[in-house]
Every structure is written in structure tokens, then in C-alpha cells.
């Protein structure tokens, strides 16, 4: 099925996609799903998938665009999607994100009540599904506020590093924009963390950006540890770069052992013994990952910049990418 015409486009959503047919049918029907779909429209960026994602999206009503696998690029590529999108408002998201209830658009939306604000965040949340790490289940002990962010130049620049890297946490997986804002301020030319370059950008501009953790999506990744150290060191490479941001050491204590022991094998149903103890050594090994990418990157800054530039590109030159099996 071609990609329906339609008129008065409000929203504009976006997705970046490879190799997802693991996800992608769910990600699209619960976009589908929406209360405001009859106003939206999806714009799907292909980078060469090789398995039946393009034969799925076949079936629904959205436009497939073709990007050569050569030329993706987290913060260009999605800058093409705004550029072919025709609503007020731009919405980027993934493969392997689904909306958690049909209001997902309409809580972003929202918050652009004030026409100040070029940009709303979401929440993502995994859900309590047994083939995903309990110890990430969503276990919310309050509802989240919304919170707005607002500073001059002067102002954002007195914060600690720490404390710029918080305010600027946007993310891709669940963001909504003003299109005029992403014009104004398009995507750098990033591999990773163009998101999180976006806000600072924003926020360096005077624009107005707010976290909206009721607009919640599922997303989750089941993680081998060649992958944690990947995103963590590629975390912590941006974060350094554009923050400041030194990162602390991992720390595996044993209080925090046993809150893993606990989660896993106490507090959590419908799980195999033998499904527990997989589960008890996956998160031994993402901790092992994570604390290999601080040691190198570590090691790495105390020589010079410029082989900590010369290291990410030898581990993290092409982006991470997760792993389908569990």
C-alpha cells in the first residue's frame, strides 16, 4: 500500500529504519493507533534494509524514502526527513519504539501550547515482558512532572558539566518538534547523540524545551556486551566533547548485587530458574561492557585528545547497532 494523500497534515512523523523486521509492523500500527493520525503522516528513511522490513511497510500507508547505506548519518539523515515533511510539527522516533497508550501524540502536542517551546520530549519505558532484562522494567514510584527549560547564553554557561549534560538528555526514540524549529536549528552532521546536541544548540539559542514524561513509548534493547561497551563509550565520548563531562567509574557494590538478586529471582513471575540465572549473568556482562568502555576511555583522555578521537573511531566509527537476538 502506497502512502495516502492527505490534507492538513498536523504532525509529521519520522523514523529512521534498518534491517527492523523484528519491530517495525508494531512500531507503525501503534503510530497507527493514535488519536491524531488522521492528521499525521509517516516518513520512513530507509538505509538499506535487507530483510522484510520494505515488505512490510508495504502494507501501510507510509512514504519509504532511500538512503544509501554509505551516506546514513543519525543527524543529516533524519535533517532529510524534516526537509520532505509537510506538518507543523515533526516527530522523530525508531523501529523498535511502539507507543504505550493511542494519546502518545496528543501529550507531546500539548506542550506547545506556549510558542516559545521548539521541542517536547517524551519518556521510554520497558515493558514487563519476560524477554526483556526485568531489572530494566518500568517501576515508577511517582508520576513524573513535566519540566521546562529555559536559560540565556550566560545563564546555561554557569552550570557544571554534569549538570548541562541533565538539562540537554533529549532523545530521538521519543521527540516532538516545531518543523520551523528544526529549520532554525537542523541536526549536526553526527554519527551519534544528535539529539542531545540538538537541545544544547536549542538551549544556547534561548529556545524553550520540555520534558513531557507522560508521552511515553516501549523501547528496549536486548544488549550483548560488545554492544553496552559501543553505546557507552560512544556516551562518553559526546558527553566529553560537548559537555565537559568526565564519567564516573562503574561501580558494581554488592548492595547493588543484591538489588539485582532480589529483582531477578524474588520479585519477579512466569520465569524459568534457568531464564533467571541467563538474566543474572546478562547483566554481569553489560556492567563488564560498561566498565571496559570507561577504562579505555580513560586511558585514552589521559594521553591526548586526539587519540581519544582516534579510539572512537576504531571501536564506534559506525554506529552501534542492537542486536536482534535475545
Known amino acids: 500500500m502506497s502512502a495516502e494523500l492527505k490534507k492538513d497534515i498536523l504532525i509529521s512523523i519520522v523514523i ?20 491524531l493520525f488522521p492528521k499525521s503522516e509517516i516518513i520512513v528513511l530507509d ?31 533524519r535533517n532529510h526527513g524534516v526537509q520532505v515533511a509537510k506538518g507543523k510539527f515533526v ?18 502536542l500539548e506542550c506547545f501550547e506556549d510558542e516559545a517551546v521548539a521541542g517536547v520530549c517524551g519518556q521510554q519505558i520497558v515493558p514487563h515482558d519476560i524477554d526483556k532484562n526485568p531489572v530494566d522494567w518500568y ?11 529555559n536559560f540565556s547564553k ?13 538539562i540537554c538528555s533529549w532523545d530521538n526514540v521519543n521527540a516532538m518538534y516545531r518543523r520551523i524549529s528544526l529549520l532554525q536549528i537542523p541536526f549536526r552532521n553526527s554519527l551519534f547523540g544528535e539529539d542531545a546536541i540538538w537541545a544544547l544548540d536549542a538551549i544556547q539559542m ?6 513531557q514524561p507522560s508521552a511515553r513509548v516501549f523501547h528496549y534493547h536486548n544488549e550483548n556486551r560488545d554492544f553496552v561497551f559501543k553505546r557507552h563509550f560512544t556516551t562518553n565520548y ?26 531477578i529471582f524474588f520479585r519477579t513471575k512466569n ?39 582516534a579510539v572512537h573511531e576504531k571501536y564506534c566509527g559506525i554506529p552501534p547497532l542492537a542486536p536482534k537476538s535475545k
Not at 51 to 68: F, G, M, R
Not at 206 to 211: E, H
Request: net charge positive; charged share 25%; proline share 6%.
Open 154 to 166: 550566560e545563564e546555561f554557561d554557569l552550570f557544571s558539566p554534569d549538570q548541562k549534560a541533565a
Open 139 to 149: 517501576l515508577p514510584v511517582s508520576e513524573p512532572a513535566i519540566k521546562i527549560f
Open 271 to 309: 520465569i524459568s530458574l534457568r531464564n533467571r540465572c541467563l538474566w543474572w549473568k546478562y547483566n554481569i556482562e553489560r556492567f563488564k561492557g560498561k566498565s571496559d568502555a570507561y577504562k579505555i576511555f580513560i586511558e585514552s583522555i589521559k594521553i591526548s585528545k586526539e587519540e581519544l578521537d
Open 47 to 77: 538505509s538499506g534494509s535487507t530483510d522484510s522490513t520494505l515488505a512490510i511497510l508495504a502494507n501501510y500507508p507510509v512514504q519509504v524514502i532511500h538512503i544509501p547505506p554509505n551516506e546514513f548519518n543519525h543527524g543529516l539523515t
Open 16 to 35: 529512521p529504519v534498518k534491517n527492523g523486521d523484528k519491530w517495525i509492523e508494531k512500531c507503525i500500527q501503534g503510530i497507527i493507533d493514535q488519536t
Open 206 to 211: 534561548g529556545k524553550t524545551i520540555v520534558y
Open 91 to 108: 516527530v522523530m522516533t525508531v523501529q523498535d519504539a511502539n507507543p504505550v497508550d493511542n494519546r502518545w501524540l496528543e501529550k507531546l
Open 238 to 263: 559526546f558527553r566529553y566533547i560537548y559537555f565537559g563531562v568526565i564519567p564516573a567509574k562503574p561501580k558494581l557494590t554488592l548492595r547493588r548485587r543484591i538489588s539485582i538478586i532480589k529483582i
